[in-house]
């Protein structure tokens, strides 16, 4: 074991090189660019013994490393934004082959106007698409989800791609301590690629030509059903990852004082970090408020959330990301899982673009919401934290700015 | 090269059940191909015609390993397919992408591009049957002048994109053009390409009898008439030597030209303009800067001295 301080970015190469992966494809976007230009040292140094494609788009990237990944190998691509936007297609396409791949998206908002800075409007597009979605909130979780995520969609009972989600600048460009684990380490613990097919010319396979609609309609039942058995993997791996290399997660999702808990924050990300300072806070105070940071929005932690909050008072979902015309994503997935109970529960949406939210505007929006319930359960689904230079200029729920 | 037909293996490529229609020039190519290429190579499909003509899953019409791929990535999927194989000691796996016109010239052109520019080991076969036939016969950027098509009904305005010429400035290792109707000068290309490492680009000329309107017994004999009228010149530029095909070489004079009019007549798609002396003449003016093309292909990539001496005027 070696301790390193690494970028986020940084850490996922050194991920991927102890995956030992085969080949590589990703074309520039920023902030991913710093993935593939040390892999690509790697891989010019001999550090890495892979193929590197250098595309000429993301469609692409995302094309080869399916299409090498189909022929056998174990493969990995990268890329931010608009680049996962414009691989949306074959986003879809990888996951309904089946075939195991593992993607870094670190995340950015999308434009116009451009804009190089975090929000999780890219990664949670791809939400319906099949593949399996894990957010990290440090660098060294950056690692190790990146490692984990090759063992996570190689298992024959998920064969599923998996997205590894880092918020931009925030991790990608941040420099922290991350343990290396040993290359031996992980060869003993990682097994040789495994996938459920390979087009090859003595396996007489062939892949996606027309099948009848029935078919194809299972093909979606069984997907559904893989995601369902990804749950249980997830935490297997997770358990197994802690007991070897020393990390534990807590799988689906990760609690930070929720044992004695009866407010709790639903935060996906970096900022969780600002949620869980700002929890500490509270807690002198004697708050009785814990974090529940979602850690893999597919598959959605329904049963592990119902067991953390069906005895909360009040549920406050922050969303770095919003589904136009409806909710926060994450408010959305919260509120179905946990509608058979009476909680208070609120969604707010904030940090859009990068936009700063910081501990104690955190702090002051759970002791409110507090209070708020303290009156009566409420029901809020979707509350807009305004940035500075515009709040009190505009009200703070989108609806409002029609009744005026 | 030459190809002994009695050498040419007998094992069927194409299955009863394969979806194409009677007439079909793609089936006609893919049985060439397999006679080509043998048993060792795998496909990637793009969106079109052959991701039909397969038939319906679990089975296949086709007698090798397919990847189907969305209409983009044939390309970028079949160069990662050969990285792929190449990363885990497999360097003698074919990668064939069989595309269609729309698949190689519009939509999956800039993975064509990528992929070339970077010499990837594939042979990319663009499949041309000079427009969309499997969403019902819209014109493509290969589709020619004058074309009906049921987005261009009184006739396209543009004439045909010409994508081996472009193949040709990517500076890739084998560019060449042929026709279903030339079984043989086809077969010995693609055996020459799977010869060579790095990006190998071949031309088909596939006549559609449902999207031209031709009666489907014809389909090999519009496809040498492409060749015969000058249309279609059938020609190999491989490591930066340009050379018409043996058959395609009398056609440089036009006086042994068969002409045009005989190959539009047979095609309901110009039925609209066979009374038009003024479009035919245009066509005709196409046909001769073709081959004014072909006259200067031949003088630049030609190893001899009077390539040195044209490029030194340029």
Redesign the interface.
């Known amino acids: 074991m070696v301790v390193k301080t690494l970028t986020g970015n940084y850490a996922v190469a050194y991920a991927v090189k102890l995956a030992r992966v ?2 590589v ?1 990703a074309y520039p976007i920023t902030p991913q660019t710093t993935i593939v230009e040390k892999l690509s040292e790697m891989i010019e140094k001999g550090e890495l013994n ?2 590197m ?5 993301e ?3 995302l ?11 174990r ?1 990995f691509t990268a890329t931010s934004s608009h680049g996962l936007l414009y691989m949306h ?2 986003v879809w ?1 990888a996951a309904g082959s089946r075939i195991p791949l593992v993607m870094a998206v670190v995340t950015r908002a999308i434009g116009p106007p451009w804009n190089i800075h975090v929000d999780h409007q890219d990664i949670l597009d791809q939400r319906d698409s099949g593949w399996i979605i894990a957010v990290a909130q440090e660098n060294q979780e950056v690692l190790d989800l990146t490692l984990q995520a090759f063992k996570i969609s190689e298992d024959p009972r998920v064969y599923l791609p998996m997205m590894v989600g880092l918020d931009g600048f925030i991790l990608s460009h941040t420099t922290a301590p991350v343990d290396i684990p040993d290359q031996e380490l992980v060869d003993s613990w990682l097994p040789p690629r495994r996938q459920p097919y390979i ?3 003595e ?10 609609d029935e ?1 194809h309609f299972m093909m979606r039942y069984s997907m559904a059903a893989s995601m369902e058995a990804a749950k249980k993997v997830i935490e297997e791996v997770d358990r197994e990852y802690g007991e070897i290399f020393g990390r534990s997660y807590g799988g689906l999702v990760e609690c930070y004082k929720c044992e004695d808990a009866e407010y709790f924050v639903v935060i996906m990300g970096s900022w969780a970090g600002d949620a869980k300072k700002a929890v500490d806070t509270l807690r002198e105070q004697n708050v009785p408020v814990g974090v529940v940071r979602i850690r893999f929005v597919r598959p959605w932690p329904r049963e592990k959330l119902l067991e953390i909050l069906s005895g909360a008072k009040g549920v406050l979902v922050f969303d770095r990301a919003v589904s136009m015309g409806s909710t926060g994503i994450l408010f959305s997935e919260v509120a179905q899982t946990l509608y058979p109970l009476n909680i208070s529960l609120k969604g707010l949406v904030a940090g859009l673009a990068g936009v700063d939210v910081g501990p104690s505007r955190i702090e002051a929006e759970i002791l409110k919401f507090i209070k708020q319930t303290e009156e009566g359960a409420i029901y809020t689904p979707t509350e807009w934290i305004l940035p500075e230079k515009y709040a009190g200029r505009y009200p703070s729920s989108p609806k409002e700015v029609i009744a005026k | 090269m030459t190809v002994n037909i009695k050498r040419i293996p007998k094992k069927k490529f194409l299955m009863p059940g394969n979806a194409a229609c009677p007439g079909c020039p793609e089936t006609m190519g893919m049985r060439y191909l397999k006679m080509a290429l043998g048993d060792n190579f795998v496909m990637v499909i793009p969106a079109g015609c052959s991701s039909v003509i397969q038939g319906i899953a679990p089975r296949s019409g086709i007698y090798a390993p397919i990847l189907n791929i969305v209409f983009a990535a044939g390309a970028s999927a079949a160069a990662g397919m050969k990285a792929g194989f190449e990363s885990i000691g497999r360097k003698d796996v074919e990668v064939v992408v069989w595309a269609g016109d729309g698949g190689t010239g519009d939509i999956g052109f800039q993975a064509l591009s990528g992929a070339a520019e970077r010499d990837d080991d594939i042979l990319y076969i663009c499949v041309d049957n000079e427009a969309y036939m499997n969403t019902g016969i819209q014109r493509s950027s290969l589709t020619p002048y004058g074309a009906w098509t049921t987005t261009t009904w009184t006739g396209k305005r543009e004439h045909k994109k010409n994508i081996p010429l472009i193949m040709i400035a990517h500076g890739v290792k084998y560019v060449a053009t042929a026709s279903v109707g030339y079984p043989t000068d086809f077969i010995a290309k693609v055996k020459k390409a799977s010869q060579i490492r790095g990006f190998k680009y071949i031309h088909l000329l596939a006549p559609c009898p449902v999207g031209w309107r031709f009666d489907p017994a014809l389909t090999g004999e519009i496809g040498q008439l492409a060749v015969k009228t000058g249309l279609f010149p059938l020609y190999e530029y491989e490591n930066g030597k340009f050379q018409l095909s043996p058959l395609a070489r009398r056609y440089k004079d036009p006086s042994k030209r068969v002409p045009v009019i005989e190959y539009l007549k047979l095609q309901g798609r110009y039925k609209h303009l066979i009374n038009k002396p003024e479009e035919i003449k245009k066509i005709e003016e196409y046909i001769e800067s073709i081959w004014y093309m072909i006259d200067v292909l031949e003088k630049a990539f030609n190893p001899k001295e009077e390539a040195r001496k044209l490029l030194g005027s340029l």
């Open positions: 085969n080949v494809s892979a193929r494609i250098r595309v000429e788009s469609h692409s990237a094309a080869a490393v399916y299409g090498a990944a189909s022929a056998g190998a493969a297609e074959v396409w087009i090859a010319p396996s007489e396979v062939v892949m996606g030509n027309i099948a009848p078919d």
